[in-house]
């Protein structure tokens, strides 16, 4: 079918993480008309950046790799655009409380001047309503209609619907209307990750710009002003280990952060007079065994990718998106 007679099929993406906004690129160039909706103030989800008065820190994703030639073709792009960069960080790692360099040869990327910067240039093409928060879905005379929590039914209607949000929000919203999907949600064990963020008024002295550790509540430290473009106030970002984050997710935030500085002094990371902020994902990671990729249900054209459906991390939540696309403009093509 050529691309035009494409336009007439509308589709609505529920998330403006790496998945939605690879799907919705990818569907736009292919000729269908896309509308995202995305819950917070802005796209990239967790691939995201939290700003202060002279500071910023990148506190979700810290970095990404890239394997598959079609996500190096957009991550060259970004490069190009300069938006993206190459991250040379002196990384440590932490076993058997003894600490040794890492001589990994994995190139790691980042987002320039921040980690939503890659999600914010690929939103510049594509029509997102952020602030709504999409809390219901509905299929009536084989249309999709949605209802915001902020303002309520949402006027449009969509010929189909993409999911692009972490298992457990898509499992609240699909639960009603399909069913055939709920056995994929019960094998996906999403953890949570507390995220610890201190604010130096100088450069700290540590030995290296990022640390893996194993066998301590923390598993993650990194300077963040070691990584291309960062300008302002030198910022360490914390992480939890997974599974310590998830057993304490409903911690109280004081009782989380105590626990964590205690934590990152013990390793050498002393954040006495530093400020701190601190952020708890609910979902930080999280895949299903069996890389699916995405899932498109042809009968009812409610279709599902993300992190969770094809891996985990950066690149598979792209890929998702940029996969599903294709196999709905393959099922338009003789269906539509
Ligand atoms: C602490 C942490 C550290 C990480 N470290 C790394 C790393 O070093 N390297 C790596 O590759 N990956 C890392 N990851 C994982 C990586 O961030 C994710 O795999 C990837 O960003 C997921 O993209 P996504 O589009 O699938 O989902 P998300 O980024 O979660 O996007 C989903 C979007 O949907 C929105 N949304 C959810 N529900 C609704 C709703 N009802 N209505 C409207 N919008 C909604 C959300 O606000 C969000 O913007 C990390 C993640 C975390 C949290």
């Not at 909706?37 to 910023?56: A, I, V």
């Not at 997974?242 to 997710?249: A, G, R, T």
């Amino acid at each position: 079918m050529p691309h035009e007679s494409r336009h007439k099929v509308t589709v609505a993406i529920i998330g403006a993480g790496m998945a939605g906004l690879s799907c919705a690129d990818r569907l736009q160039t292919l000729g269908f008309q896309v509308q995202v909706y995305e819950k917070s103030r802005g796209p990239s989800g967790r691939m995201s950046t939290r700003h202060g008065e002279g500071w910023s820190a990148d506190h979700g994703a810290q970095y990404f790799t890239a394997r598959d030639p079609v996500f190096i073709e957009a991550l060259n792009t970004w490069i190009k655009a300069g938006v993206a960069a190459d991250w040379n960080p002196r990384l440590f790692v932490y076993e058997g409380e003894q600490w040794r360099e890492s001589h990994s040869s994995e190139r790691r990327y980042v987002g320039v001047p921040a980690m939503n910067s890659p999600g914010q240039y690929q939103a510049k093409t594509i029509s997102i309503e952020i602030n709504q928060t999409i809390d219901q879905i509905y299929q009536q005379d084989g249309k999709w209609f949605l209802r915001s929590l902020e303002n309520g039914d949402i006027t449009k209607s969509f010929d189909c619907l993409v999911l692009a949000i972490p298992a457990p929000q898509s499992y609240a919203l699909t639960k009603l209307v399909d069913h055939s999907i709920e056995t994929i949600y019960s094998s996906v064990n999403m953890q949570g990750c507390w995220t610890v963020m201190a604010r130096f008024s100088e450069k700290v002295d540590m030995p290296f710009d990022a640390a893996f550790i194993n066998g301590e509540i923390i598993s993650w430290i990194s300077r963040n002003n070691s990584k291309p473009g960062r300008t302002g106030h030198e910022t360490w970002t914390i992480h939890a280990n997974p599974q310590w984050s998830q057993q304490w997710i409903e911690l109280d935030k004081e009782e989380a952060r105590k626990l964590i500085l205690e934590s990152a002094k013990k390793l050498g990371l002393n954040c006495q007079n530093a400020e701190i902020s601190i952020h708890r994902w609910r979902y930080a990671s999280g895949a299903i065994n069996t890389e699916m990729g995405f899932i498109l249900n042809e009968t009812n054209k409610l279709s599902l990718c993300g992190d969770w459906l094809n891996g985990g991390r950066v690149e598979g939540a792209w890929l998702s998106g940029y996969k599903l696309a294709n196999a709905m403009n393959n099922f338009a093509e003789t269906n539509l």
